[in-house]
């Protein structure tokens, strides 16, 4: 079921952040940016202090207690690594059943995150996991709720999202090691391809500035003709790469010595290994 996004309104929360890393400024900034929420009613944790002067300097308050953010957020965005989660869940004891908290950990199920609080704590806790081209409001997200989780809530976190990112609806929670892997992880693939790119641009005798203008324009602009085709379902991925592969042609060559070379094989195999990772989080 899809939700309509109008059925919410989102500019009456408090927004919360524990942990100022860049993902969680790109939200911030983002939701203030587009106006879905007052700089006046975030308010972020971190023991840096050059990390909250960031999030002061676009409105929203600091502090370096994150029983504080509890204490004041509708929303709490868990912006902290997995392996120092367990050192902030006492902290949030005192979270009620009209409190959501939504993280952006990889590798720790809501299971687990639940088991970190006490019994009879009932916030909501959601799972998504951005990408960091959500920097420029440029990313895809994937969220992950139990059933039991109220259609505005969801409806919120959303709206919240929305400004900075592609947010892929309701995906399994099983399912957000995948998404890790594919879309999480994903800008690092792209970027090696990217370098890989322009250094043979530069072998073949074009300057960094030309080679990496090139590249980099090659890649966004077929990244959008995919998006297009997607949407307007006018063809695959795989036909799109049919369709600029002249038989015999410098396409097909270059395709032919990456295939030799195992391009497809090696990338299907490094989105699995980072799935297997972010499943071995969740043991640790």
């Not at 009613?41 to 202090?49: G, M």
Request: a neutral charge; glycine letters at 6%; hydrophobic letters at 45%.
């Amino acid at each position: 079921e899809q939700f309509i996004m109008a059925e919410v309104s989102v500019s009456s929360l408090r927004v919360g952040f524990i942990g100022c890393g860049n993902m969680a400024e790109a939200i911030a900034r983002s939701i203030v940016s587009s106006g879905t929420v007052a700089a006046a009613q975030v308010i972020a944790s971190n023991p840096s202090s050059p990390r909250r002067e960031v999030f002061a300097s676009f409105g929203c308050k600091t502090t370096t207690d994150n029983t504080e953010v509890a204490a004041n957020s509708d929303i709490i965005f868990l912006c902290v690594k997995p392996q120092i989660s367990p050192l902030v869940f006492p902290q949030l004891t005192a979270l009620t059943e009209k409190q959501t908290l939504v993280s952006v950990m990889a590798g720790k199920n809501i299971a687990w995150m639940r088991s970190q609080l006490p019994a009879d704590c009932k916030c909501s806790i959601v799972r998504v996991m951005p990408n960091t081209p959500l920097l420029i409001s440029e990313g895809a997200c994937g969220i992950a709720y139990p059933e039991s989780t109220a259609k505005e809530t969801v409806l919120q976190i959303k709206a919240l999202l929305k400004p900075s990112s592609l947010v892929v609806e309701d995906v399994a929670e099983s399912s957000m090691d995948a998404v890790t892997a594919v879309s999480g992880s994903g800008p690092a693939y792209v970027f090696r391809f990217l370098e890989a790119m322009i250094a043979a641009g530069e072998e073949e005798g074009l300057s960094a500035e030309v080679a990496s203008r090139l590249a980099i324009q090659t890649v966004l602009g077929a990244g959008r003709l995919a998006q297009h085709a997607n949407r307007t379902n006018t063809g695959t991925v795989a036909e799109l790469r049919t369709r600029v592969t002249s038989k015999g042609g410098t396409t097909q060559a270059a395709l032919d010595k990456m295939e030799e070379l195992g391009l497809y094989a090696t990338v299907k195999q490094g989105v699995h290994a980072a799935a297997a990772r972010s499943r071995e989080l969740q043991q640790q």
